[in-house]
Every structure is written in structure tokens, then in C-alpha cells.
């Protein structure tokens, strides 16, 4: 039979569940379930901003212990993941016996980066060879297309069609005023 609690949640569609906290933390022991263990041992290894350390977690246990978690990114966004090149340690478990013959060596291309420097990739983004497209070219210098020129043409153009006007009118206006002024000195004469 099944708790009642549970048979009351699965009849009430939209209600959420908690999910047991079956994890701790290796370092503040603190319970997690699986999901947010992972959310909050990467809050201090991330790349901006990272949780500034509180001598429990070691933030070098916790890179090494999440270096193979692959990671979600936004949709749609352009996100591109830098990650810093840094040398093995030479007594280091994961390293594979450097052995010259080892074909793992033979074909690695040497990257020619120096200390310090992050290394770019860019995953599932197809390149220009596929789409035809090249991206992230630089920017064009500041001139004027095509149409925008064309509409400051248009635009200076009847601007001077306008005071074309205005003057014409000024013109006549004038004349007006002259030939009353001239027959009122003729009536007067």
C-alpha cells in the first residue's frame, strides 16, 4: 500500500515533488540532491565571479573532481568557453605514460601557447566551409551604404526644393506689397 502523502501528490497534477537529498558535500557536508551538489561545488570554480574561499572547499579538489562534467549552455546564444591551458602534474594518475612511441603523442598538434593564455573552442557551431556564411569578420569601415546615401540625397534635395519655395513666395509677397504701396502713392498723387 502505497503512503498516502505520496498517493495525494501523484493525484494533485502540477505540484512539485522535492526530491530526497541523498548527496553531502565532501567538504561542508552539507545535504544536496544530485543536481545542486554539482550547482554548488561550481559556484566556486566558475569563471566569473567565483565564491571566494572559506578554507572548507578546495577549490583545486573541486576542479579536478568536475573537470569531466559537461555543461549546458543557453539556447541560442553565441557562448563561447575559454579554458585555461595548464601543464599536468607529473605525477599525475590521469596522464598517460609519455612513451615515445605512444601514438596519442604522435598525433597531438602542438598549440605554441605560452603560460597564462586561454585557449577557444568553439563546439557544434558549424563553420563557414558548411554554411557558406563567414562570421565574425571585422567591422567594415564607417561609410555610408547604398540607401542611406540615397535618402541624403533625397533629403538635401527637397530641403532645397523648400526654401526654393519660401523664397518664391517671399518674392511674390513682396511684389504685393510693393504695387499696393505704389497705388496708394498714385491715388494719393
Known sequence: MADSSTAAAEATPGKNIPRAKDRNCPFCNQAFT???????????????????????????????????????????????????VQPAPPNSMDAPASDEGSPVFDQTPSLNIQPGEKVRFKVN????????????????????????????????ELDQRRKATDELETGRAAELALKEVLGAVRDVA
Open 34 to 84: 544530485s543536481s545542486s551538489l554539482g550547482r554548488h561545488l561550481d559556484l566556486y570554480i566558475r569563471e566569473k565571479n567565483p565564491k571566494p574561499p572559506d578554507g572548507l572547499h578546495n577549490v583545486d579538489d573541486i576542479r579536478r573532481m568536475r573537470q569531466g562534467i559537461t555543461r549546458r549552455h543557453m539556447r541560442g546564444g553565441k557562448r563561447e568557453s575559454s579554458l585555461s
Open 125 to 156: 557551431e558549424p563553420s563557414w566551409l558548411v554554411t557558406g556564411v563567414i562570421n565574425n569578420l571585422p567591422p567594415r569601415p564607417a561609410t555610408e551604404s547604398r540607401s542611406s546615401s540615397r535618402h541624403f540625397l533625397l533629403k538635401s
